[in-house]
Nanobody, 119 residues
Framework: QVQLVESGGGLVQAGGSLRLSCEAS????????MGWFRQAPGKEREFVAR????????YYADSVKGRFTISRDNAKNTAYLQMNRLKPEDTAVYYC????????????WGQGTQVTVSS
């Protein structure tokens, strides 16, 4: 059973930056593809970015492309989401998730970390 714990959220002004971390325990992170998702108040959870097991492939939602960067350090069992040029519409709870190579869906989810961007 993999446990994921996000950190790094907070309050930032528009145009600022934050880096979210997602630390895994109870499993080897390199066996999982990783993703970041977010959910704003009153909205459904949406995909933000994903990265392959070894980090060679990344994919982003159009809304964050060019501003956010997903990365991972398998030696530290940690995935990251660097968020630059933040906008008020990026305000949401951000979740990381892990997907096994044999699965079409994300199996493990963190508890989320709040990101609030003020205008």
């Amino acid at each position: 059973q993999v446990q994921l714990v996000e950190s790094g959220g907070g309050l930032v002004q528009a145009g600022g930056s934050l880096r979210l971390s997602c630390e895994a325990s109870g499993g080897t992170l390199s066996t999982y593809g990783m993703g970041w998702f977010r959910q704003a108040p009153g909205k459904e959870r949406e995909f933000v970015a994903r990265i392959s097991r070894m980090g060679g492939f990344t994919y982003y939602a159009d809304s964050v492309k060019g501003r956010f960067t997903i990365s991972r350090d398998n030696a530290k069992n940690t995935a990251y989401l660097q968020m630059n040029r933040l906008k008020p519409e990026d305000t949401a709870v951000y979740y990381c998730a892990a997907r096994a190579s044999t699965s079409d869906s994300y199996t493990y989810w963190g508890q989320g970390t709040q990101v609030t961007v003020s205008s």
